[in-house]
């Protein structure tokens, strides 16, 4: 059995309360605005070097980019066609470093089916990608590329239609539940002494002279502010960073655009395949991906985004275009009425010439916008890791001591030490816990090593080991944690995030939302009026997305969209708000 985790690493009301003090008491070598995957990677770099570092995110960690990606941590096989060579290189070395060391309870090996349509020269053309794609990042943890004649890739997938494809090969990739990695990234930093605090937003920058010195920051739940000093500030805001820079008034290095991306969730009964399949579109690629052991995820699109940022709306139009294209291949297509999930995010794009997103660089960008001020964009979910180092290194100039290099390719996530042991132990685990084996599996590749952590808040309360009545893929247990430990503070945050009811399910966390609302309330200290307001929140968000996506245009989803009241207050950004110390 593993050690029993020590609470420093939990991010729960106590430590909550704890980090606003320490915030507006503390001077600090970094202050980082985002809890993104790079904003938390950025904490535990800094941490894990020693340095004193606060993060703050405004809404919920992950709950922008870092919640709404492909869910793969992956090199990026379209990207050798686009000859960038180097950022495929490193994120294949990321991709192998998180399966080997970092995270193997979270980031899990995928195979994929390449169907191959043209007779003659595609087979070598994309042997050589693929070969290239093998063995640029010292992969070791997948096995390489695998050719199949047509009735062989048919017997592998037999939803596709036999004139869809003249053969294929198979290559592994990876799977990842984003947010709750970018939420394990948070507490990891935690764990070595970060302060991690969400509903904390910036609503302005300290001075002296020409040198930025921390930033004023606003509660988005009680209404609170107060001010952090820092020797630098890193904006690691994703798609907000044009956003920050403004508030700093600072004229940044690099502009930052934003690309919107769409997902539909379906049920695994729906497409008849036993790998995961990558097919060739007219403008990049579209990914069925295979989600747990009973859904797929299908996407994605790639159009220009120009309105909120914090809500980006999916219309019919982007749906129709991954029911179009994904319905071109399969022998049974794809309905409306078959989704029972959709969700769009924005890629943070570095701006060049071209106005077509696709052709936007994904590599990432550094600079000092002034001094005490460091801003981070670009890249790709699996470069985290290096695009945090990069920003640490370009903020040590401003820090008055030495600072030590980077060394989180050797510090493994919360939960990955001993998880392939208790792996092992699973049957003793569901004979321990009264749970079965599957459970188990469940839970260890969501928490790893931390399991007994997580199913040692049912001691004594026995009815937390019982799955959530409309989302029986969940156990109550599950959700109470995510209210002590992982810093939610709503049932967006857990329903959307901590979990992921609100794309898995039909019902879209609406037939479940009552109950989890009760389950965390004694947590988080909810009221009835509390759970109430939490409840009719989260069930006006759901219904006004899913009214946006029945729109034909952007403007018209968007507008439906924002009509859905906020779980975080929204607040004004502004400097003349008054400082309670």
């Known amino acids: 059995m593993t050690k029993q985790q020590p609470r420093s690493q939990f991010l729960g009301p106590e430590q909550r309360a704890a980090a606003w003090e320490k915030l507006g008491g503390e001077h600090y070598d970094v202050v980082v605005i985002g809890g993104g995957v790079v904003g938390a990677g950025i904490a535990l770099d800094a941490a894990t070097r020693g340095l004193e570092v606060a993060l703050v995110e405004a809404r919920d960690l992950a709950s922008g980019t870092s919640s709404r990606s492909s869910k793969m941590f992956h090199g990026g096989l379209r990207y050798l066609e686009m000859m960038e060579f180097g950022l495929v290189r490193e994120a294949l070395k990321e991709r192998e470093l998180a399966l080997a060391t970092l995270a193997p309870h979270l980031v899990k090996p995928l195979r994929f089916l390449y169907p191959l349509s043209h007779y003659a020269w595609e087979r070598p053309y994309v042997a050589t990608g693929l070969l290239m794609y093998d063995t640029m990042g010292g992969a070791k943890s997948v096995p390489g590329q695998h050719h199949l004649t047509r009735s062989a890739a048919l017997r592998l997938a037999p939803g596709l239609k036999r004139d869809a494809l003249t053969g294929g090969l198979t290559y592994y990739d990876t799977v990842v539940d984003d947010a709750r990695h970018t939420m394990t990234v948070a507490r990891t930093a935690a764990h070595y002494g970060a302060v991690i605090r969400t509903s904390t937003q910036v609503i302005g920058f300290l001075r002296e002279a020409d040198r930025v010195v921390g930033v004023k920051v606003h509660d988005s739940e009680d209404g609170r502010t107060t001010e952090v000093r820092s020797s630098v500030v890193i904006n690691a805001t994703g798609v907000w960073t044009d956003e920050l820079q403004a508030l700093a008034k600072q004229r940044g290095r690099f502009h930052v655009r934003a690309s919107k991306g769409v997902h539909i969730v379906v049920p695994r009964d729906r497409i008849a395949s036993d790998t995961s399949i990558i097919l060739r579109t007219e403008k990049s ?297």
């Not at 816990?433 to 049912?458: F, K, T, W």
């Open 285 to 581: 690629v579209l990914f069925v991906i295979s989600w747990g052991t009973d859904h797929w995820i299908i996407g994605t699109t790639d159009t220009d985004w120009n309105l909120d940022l914090a809500h980006p709306a999916a219309t019919k139009s982007d749906i129709d275009y991954i029911l179009d294209h994904v319905n071109k291949v399969l022998v049974t297509p794809l309905t409306h009425a078959d989704i029972t999930g959709v969700y769009a995010g924005l890629r943070p794009l570095l701006a060049g010439e071209s106005d077509q997103t696709s052709k936007l660089s994904r590599e990432h960008a550094v600079a000092r916008i002034a001094p005490g001020l460091v801003a981070i964009a670009g890249g790709k979910y699996t470069t985290y890791r290096v695009m945090a180092y990069d920003a640490v290194d370009e903020a040590a100039q401003d820090i008055p001591r030495r600072v030590s290099p980077t060394i989180t390719e050797k510090v493994p996530l919360l939960g990955a030490d001993g998880y392939y042991a208790l792996m092992n132990q699973t049957p003793h685990l569901a004979e321990k816990y009264g749970i079965h084996p599957y459970r188990i599996q469940h839970l260890l590749n969501r928490y790893g090593s931390l399991i007994d952590e997580v199913l040692g808040l049912a001691d004594g309360k026995p009815e937390l080991l019982e799955p959530i009545t409309a989302s029986p893929g969940y156990l109550r247990v599950e959700v109470v944690y995510a209210a002590a430990a992982e810093a939610a503070l709503h049932l967006d945050d857990i329903l959307a995030r901590r979990t992921r009811i609100s794309i898995e399910y039909a019902h879209r966390g609406v037939d479940c939302a009552e109950e989890v609302a009760n389950l965390v309330a004694p947590v988080l200290g909810w009221s009835a009026t509390e759970i109430a307001r939490e409840v009719d929140t989260y069930k006006a968000r759901v219904k006004a997305e899913i009214e946006s996506q029945t729109q034909p245009d952007d403007a018209s989803a968007e507008a439906l969209r924002l009509e859905a009241p906020e779980a975080r207050a929204k607040v004004l950004v502004r400097e003349d708000l008054p400082i309670d110390k």
